[in-house]
């Protein structure tokens, strides 16, 4: 065969896009000759096609889906550099905006001033957060002519990956207390071993990784609080809300996990995970100006006016900031709570068509159950606990697993992981059982076969439940 004439030798109005299409792609050395915007993009989609479908992968935790006029908004921002706040002040001003609705979301105190910022994820974040702290035990510490080289943080064997950067990138010491199998939660019991005078903060998740289980945020506040009477040592918490951020404020409104406990001092959560941004958005806001220490805030005067930067990041793209802004604005509090409600609704109608009842631990009461309650939902009540299920449950739920999956016609690649919430509310309008799980399977969704990080959750929510698994966790 002939081989086929080098396109870059062809006259221009002879060149199809095949022709150019029709080329071998370097490994390894920088690509010599252009090509058309065409052929450019067709060889740029030709390589990606096999990648999963986003919409179809539930496992990366971000959202997916953006309506168009939210794509609009993006679109608008794309070449936004968000750091420029001196050319981009509109952009500055939703940014500044957003923390303080966010401080108001979680309860901040009032009359003070809500300090935070937009980052790229809550990796970024939860590392200013960390800082934050450090630089505040330090300073203390050398206040009172104390040593400050030696600086650790408490946090669970279930915290993200993050939180292990953080330590090793920022040089701190790392105080992971061990979950035992059955608990999967951070909770005050082995804080004695763990916590001392250069313990920076303790970070506590709302809604971690492995289970989708808060750890017992009060109870750690509760432990500080007796320790700080104990010892005169005062220790704040860092609230990990990733995920939980966005979801218990909206489903969950009186439960406490966030600055409404005086130790919370701030708190993270993805934009682009529960805040149904595109990917590249985290929050973290803190629980008033001062807490955010000076010396980590610079001063930069190359991009026009003096402007101050605390991100670690400095150039990132706009377009996420824009989107968070429009679905704010667009859903409110209101149609976030129900678009929460909705989705946790069709989850839980397709447990229901799979076998719902497979999914419920033996110590849990299924939803027929709940219904005959009446309980009004007292203004304290706490909403939300959640129990793991223990090994022997474990083929029935794969199996049920297996089948809804089959409901909801997904499909999961190896090693891919699912989080469902399920929220079940009474013809009466009352709240009654969650199901919320995340699980990971190994080769297929053949029952059984998962690797050992499954992990399944049901939070019952219904205050009799409350009250009788408190008293069975004592017992
Ligand atoms: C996702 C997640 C993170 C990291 O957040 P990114 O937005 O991916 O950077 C940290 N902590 C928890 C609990 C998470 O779920």
């Known amino acids: 065969m002939e081989p086929s004439p080098d396109p870059a030798s062809m006259p221009l109005e002879k060149i199809t896009m095949y022709d150019e299409f029709n080329i071998e792609v370097p490994e390894d050395e920088f690509p010599r000759k252009g090509i058309s915007a065409r052929a450019a993009n067709a060889l740029v989609w030709s390589d990606e096609w096999t990648d999963t479908n986003p919409m179809l992968n539930m496992s990366s935790f971000v959202t997916t889906f953006a309506e168009p006029e939210a794509l609009e908004t993006a679109r608008r921002s794309m070449y936004k550099?968000?750091?420029?706040h001196d050319m981009y002040p509109q952009l500055f001003a939703m940014e500044r905006r957003m923390v303080r609705w966010l401080h108001e979301l979680w309860n901040g105190p009032k009359g003070v001033e809500p300090y935070g910022a937009a980052t790229i994820g809550s990796s970024e974040a939860c590392m200013l957060a960390g800082l934050a702290h450090k630089w505040n035990w330090r300073q203390a510490r050398e206040k009172a002519g104390k040593d400050g080289s030696r600086p650790n943080m408490v946090t669970g064997s279930n915290v993200q990956i993050v939180w292990k950067k953080f330590l090793r990138y920022f040089d701190v010491e790392p105080r992971i207390v061990p979950l035992k199998p059955g608990n999967y939660r951070l909770t005050a019991d082995q804080l004695d071993q763990y916590v001392d005078e250069n313990t920076i903060a303790v970070v506590a998740i709302a809604?971690?990784?492995?289970?989708?289980?808060?750890?017992?945020?009060?109870?750690?506040?509760?432990?500080?609080?007796d320790y700080e009477k104990r010892t005169g040592v005062s220790i704040p918490m860092h609230i990990d809300g990733a995920s939980g951020g966005f979801v218990n404020p909206f489903l969950y409104p009186d439960y406490k996990w966030?600055?409404?406990?005086?130790?919370?001092?701030?708190?993270?959560?993805s934009g682009h995970k529960f805040g149904l941004t595109p990917p590249g958005l985290g929050w973290v806001v803190f629980?008033?100006?001062?807490?955010?220490?000076?010396?980590?805030?610079?001063?930069?005067?190359?991009?026009?006016?003096?402007?101050?930067?605390a991100t670690l990041n400095f150039s990132?793209?706009?377009?996420p900031i824009a989107v968070q802004y429009y679905q704010f604005m667009r859903l409110g509090f209101r149609r976030l709570q129900a678009h929460h409600d909705a989705h946790a609704g069709e989850c839980r109608e397709a447990a229901r068509r799979a076998g719902q009842e497979r999914l419920l631990h033996d110590h849990e009461r299924d939803a027929a159950h709940s219904r005959r309650g009446r309980h009004a939902r007292s203004e304290d009540q706490e909403l939300q606990r959640v129990r793991c299920l223990e090994q022997g449950a474990r083929d029935q739920i794969a199996l049920a697993v297996a089948k809804l999956l089959h409901v909801l016609g997904r499909q999961l690649q190896t090693d891919k992981a699912l989080m469902l919430g399920a929220r079940i509310v009474d013809d009466d309008g009352e709240v009654t059982v969650a199901i919320a799980m995340r699980i990971r399977f190994g080769a297929s969704l053949v029952p059984g076969q998962f690797d050992l990080g499954f992990g399944f959750v049901v939070a019952q929510i219904d205050e009799r439940e409350v009250v009788e698994i408190?008293?069975?966790?004592?017992g």
Not at 470 to 474: G, N, Q, V
């Open 470 to 474: 408190e008293s069975m966790t004592r």
């Open 81 to 84: 550099n968000y750091i420029d």
């Open 287 to 309: 629980r008033e100006r001062k807490i955010f220490n000076e010396d980590l805030i610079f001063y930069v005067n190359y991009l026009g006016g003096e402007m101050p930067t």
């Open 316 to 319: 990132r793209n706009a377009a």
């Open 258 to 269: 966030d600055f409404r406990l005086p130790r919370v001092q701030s708190i993270n959560a």
């Open 207 to 225: 809604g971690q990784t492995f289970t989708g289980e808060d750890d017992d945020i009060q109870q750690i506040h509760d432990w500080l609080d």
